[in-house]
């Protein structure tokens, strides 16, 4: 491993004082019932979560299940069908994980 080098104190210091202002959180997983399903089933490229869409249909793509700038929930990319790996879910933020993430940024 390469030692630190401390010679641009500059940059150092900018560095020091924005690490020391701001918190960071690092949440490893937080699609837990898909992440073990994609290990147990063998499926290991499955993305959604683990809800039960009703006609033997599972999970909604947290990725597609956020909302943004007005108009744009289940845009580009996202899918209303429940049987697609990409499907934004019945309405922006309809997962408990989306949900929780969403109110952890508002109020950490």
Do not use: M, Q
Not at 13 to 23: F, G, Q
Not at 35 to 62: E, P
Not at 78 to 99: F, H, I, K, M
């Amino acid at each position: 491993a390469e030692a630190y080098d401390d010679s641009d104190n500059v940059n150092h210091a900018r560095v020091v004082n924005i690490l020391d202002n701001i918190n960071i959180y690092i949440v490893p997983v937080l699609n837990i019932d898909g992440y073990v399903f994609s290990w147990t089933s063998g499926n290991r490229l499955w993305r959604k979560n683990r809800r039960i869409n009703g006609g033997g249909s599972f999970g909604v793509d947290l990725n597609r299940n956020y909302d943004g700038p007005t108009g744009t929930w289940c845009t580009a990319g996202a899918s209303t069908n429940p049987n697609s790996d990409s499907y934004c879910g019945t309405a922006a933020w309809s997962e408990p994980e989306t949900r929780a993430s969403r109110d952890f940024v508002i109020d950490p």
